[in-house]
Structure formats: structure tokens, C-alpha cells
């Protein structure tokens, strides 16, 4: 029997998503065969305005055999879509599609067929209208699952936030020691079971220098105690660190995973360092989800120039794990 296959849904479909898809597959080889949820219309268009050839093998739900899968051929699940244009504007007109796409991926997933699953990114401001902070909680949320984590994984460095796309306001309110328990461990779990080690780990404080002239000192009285229960616990761990200089290469040479408080304490950093050498993983879930480290990026549409690293080492990722 072949290797499990690794699914993708397009996600937005007036994003880059589909260029550096086509700039993927032209330029690297996989084991596992790669199978396409998305429209075969606006497919066609974008190969024809970006001047891309393969030959596409439609299939089904229903007929799906691994044994007839093969990456000579782009193996798509076609989702109907009445995009007439390659590129448009972003709006909530893509909603029902996209939503499509995804219930089309997980109904394959939960039938046991495969468990690896990549989507292009999506609009949060139009398609999740609030109802979530992100994509990872709107997926754990159709899994059912209460206790999941966002890691922009790269092998030399990793990095975790403690809330994600959360305002700035509301983020000291959501610092608990429960939460920083189950990060940490949904951390330690993945990297022993995907990786065969145990990732040594270190946790950044709230406050700049891990400070505050606030009567309230997070890192005092939340983040400090928490480091020293999962110590106890055999976690191997390490903090509260300034987020000013943990990343400074001295410093950041000596772990595998930073767990930072906010969004943007760790991954602004991450970003500097690594460009598009990461992708999103979602510890937490009964499969392995990841998406390219980057929005749809509207302005780059049909340009032809966006970079497609994020989504080689995603699908790498999957292909050896």
C-alpha cells in the first residue's frame, strides 16, 4: 500500500496560495501522493495566468484509491465556485466555498484515509467573522478539541504563543497556570512522538525584563510558579526569560522551543530569523495539520514572485514524518 496521502485544501482562493503550490510541485519530488480540495475552474485559470502545465486527475470522495493516486498528475477534488476572473478581491463571497473545503477535508480525515492535512491560508477577518481568534481554534473546534497549540516549527528553532491572535488588552487576562501547563505539554508530546526527543524548552515573562511597576507582576506570581511545577513534573524547561534577548544567537542556540505570552512576542522574532523556513503546526489535534507561515497576501496576486519555501518545507515535513 502506498504512503498515507497528504491533503490540501487551497483555502482563500484569491491568494498566492495556488502560485506557490504550482512553483512546489514543478520544483520538488514527494513520496506520498499529494491530493488538491479546490475548485478545478479557478485551478485552470490561475495555471493558464501563470503559465503552468500539468495534467489534472479529478477523483472523488467516493472513489478514492490510493492505489490510483500518482503526482504526475495534480489529483484534485473539485469544489464547485463561480470565480469567472483568476484574481479578485478578498470578501466573504468565498465563505460557503471555503467552508466547503474544509468539511470535504475533514469528513476524508475522520474516514481514517489519511492523517496529514495542509490548508492555504485564509482571511480571518472574513471567513471566521469573530467566531474564532484563528484558523487553529476554528479546526480543534470541528475536532471537538478544548486544549491545542499554535507552533511556527523550524528544525533549528520553535517557538509557541501562549494566546494567539488575541489584542494586546486582553492578553494578561488569559495568562493562567493551567494554560502554560497544557502548552508545555502539548509541546513535550509532539516532540516525542513526531521528532523522537524531548525538546528543551524555554518560557518567556509577560513584562519587558520580566518586569512591571503595575501591583500585579505576572511573571511573579503566575509564570515563576509554573516553570517550577513542571520542573517538579520532569519537564525540561526553563525561564521566565526577557523576550528582549532570548533570541539573541547565544541564547537561543541553547533550546528547541521559546513559549512566549502574545502572538507577536515570538513570532515577529521567528520571522526576522527564519523568513519562510517555518510553517504553522497544530499540536493538539488526532492528525497532523499545518499551514504555510503566511497570509494570502492580496498584493502579490498574479505577480508571479511570491515564495514558496513555507509550503516545501510543509509538505517535506509531512512526507518523511
Given at each position: 500500500?502506498?504512503?498515507?496521502?497528504?491533503?490540501?485544501?487551497?483555502?482563500?482562493?484569491?491568494?498566492?496560495?495556488?502560485?506557490?503550490?504550482?512553483?512546489?510541485?514543478?520544483?520538488?519530488?514527494?513520496?506520498?501522493?499529494?491530493?488538491?480540495?479546490?475548485?478545478?475552474?479557478?485551478?485552470?485559470?490561475?495555471?493558464?495566468?501563470?503559465?503552468?502545465?500539468?495534467?489534472?486527475?479529478?477523483?472523488?470522495?467516493?472513489?478514492?484509491?490510493?492505489?490510483?493516486?500518482?503526482?504526475?498528475?495534480?489529483?484534485?477534488?473539485?469544489?464547485?465556485?463561480?470565480?469567472?476572473?483568476?484574481?479578485?478581491?478578498?470578501?466573504?463571497?468565498?465563505?460557503?466555498?471555503?467552508?466547503?473545503?474544509?468539511?470535504?477535508?475533514?469528513?476524508?480525515?475522520?474516514?481514517?484515509?489519511?492523517?496529514?492535512?495542509?490548508?492555504?491560508?485564509?482571511?480571518?477577518?472574513?471567513?471566521?467573522?469573530?467566531?474564532?481568534?484563528?484558523?487553529?481554534?476554528?479546526?480543534?473546534?470541528?475536532?471537538?478539541?478544548?486544549?491545542?497549540?499554535?507552533?511556527?516549527?523550524?528544525?533549528?528553532?520553535?517557538?509557541?504563543?501562549?494566546?494567539?491572535?488575541?489584542?494586546?488588552?486582553?492578553?494578561?487576562?488569559?495568562?493562567?497556570?493551567?494554560?502554560?501547563?497544557?502548552?508545555?505539554?502539548?509541546?513535550?508530546?509532539?516532540?516525542?512522538?513526531?521528532?523522537?526527543?524531548?525538546?528543551k524548552i524555554a518560557i518567556l515573562g509577560l513584562n519587558p525584563h520580566c518586569e512591571t511597576i503595575d501591583k500585579i507582576?505576572?511573571?511573579?506570581?503566575?509564570?515563576?510558579?509554573?516553570?517550577?511545577?513542571?520542573?517538579?513534573?520532569?519537564?525540561?524547561?526553563?525561564?521566565?526569560?526577557?523576550?528582549?534577548?532570548?533570541?539573541?544567537?547565544?541564547?537561543?542556540?541553547?533550546?528547541?522551543?521559546?513559549?512566549?505570552?502574545?502572538?507577536?512576542?515570538?513570532?515577529?522574532?521567528?520571522?526576522?530569523?527564519?523568513?519562510?523556513?517555518?510553517?504553522?503546526?497544530?499540536?493538539g489535534l488526532p492528525f497532523i495539520r499545518i499551514s504555510p507561515d503566511h497570509g494570502p497576501n492580496e498584493s502579490m496576486?498574479?505577480?508571479?514572485?511570491?515564495?514558496?519555501?513555507?509550503?516545501?518545507?510543509?509538505?517535506?515535513?509531512?512526507?518523511?514524518?
Amino acid at each position: 500500500m502506498k504512503n498515507k496521502p497528504i491533503l490540501i485544501v487551497a483555502g482563500e482562493p484569491n491568494s498566492i496560495f495556488l502560485e506557490i503550490f504550482f512553483k512546489t510541485i514543478k520544483f520538488t519530488k514527494f513520496k506520498n501522493p499529494i491530493i488538491l480540495i479546490c475548485s478545478k475552474r479557478l485551478l485552470k485559470l490561475q495555471m493558464t495566468k501563470l503559465k503552468f502545465k500539468k495534467k489534472i486527475k479529478l477523483i472523488t470522495q467516493s472513489n478514492l484509491s490510493l492505489e490510483t493516486l500518482d503526482n504526475k498528475f495534480i489529483n484534485l477534488i473539485n469544489v464547485d465556485f463561480s470565480q469567472t476572473s483568476a484574481f479578485e478581491k478578498i470578501s466573504n463571497k468565498s465563505n460557503f466555498y471555503i467552508k466547503e473545503c474544509f468539511e470535504i477535508a475533514f469528513k476524508i480525515i475522520k474516514s481514517g484515509v489519511t492523517d496529514r492535512f495542509i490548508n492555504g491560508p485564509i482571511s480571518k477577518k472574513n471567513f471566521l467573522n469573530k467566531k474564532f481568534l484563528g484558523i487553529t481554534e476554528f479546526i480543534s473546534n470541528k475536532f471537538s478539541i478544548s486544549k491545542s497549540a499554535m507552533l511556527i516549527y523550524n528544525k533549528k528553532l520553535s517557538v509557541c504563543p501562549l494566546t494567539t491572535h488575541l489584542p494586546l488588552k486582553f492578553v494578561s487576562k488569559k495568562i493562567n497556570k493551567k494554560k502554560i501547563y497544557e502548552k508545555i505539554l502539548l509541546i513535550n508530546n509532539f516532540y516525542n512522538k513526531n521528532l523522537g526527543y524531548e525538546p528543551k524548552i524555554a518560557i518567556l515573562g509577560l513584562n519587558p525584563h520580566c518586569e512591571t511597576i503595575d501591583k500585579i507582576n505576572e511573571d511573579e506570581i503566575i509564570i515563576k510558579p509554573s516553570i517550577k511545577y513542571l520542573k517538579k513534573q520532569g519537564f525540561n524547561v526553563h525561564g521566565p526569560y526577557s523576550a528582549d534577548t532570548i533570541f539573541l544567537k547565544n541564547n537561543r542556540k541553547k533550546f528547541n522551543v521559546i513559549l512566549g505570552m502574545y502572538h507577536d512576542q515570538v513570532l515577529t522574532p521567528i520571522k526576522t530569523l527564519f523568513e519562510y523556513d517555518a510553517f504553522n503546526i497544530t499540536l493538539g489535534l488526532p492528525f497532523i495539520r499545518i499551514s504555510p507561515d503566511h497570509g494570502p497576501n492580496e498584493s502579490m496576486l498574479g505577480k508571479n514572485n511570491s515564495n514558496p519555501l513555507s509550503l516545501i518545507k510543509a509538505i517535506t515535513f509531512l512526507d518523511k514524518n
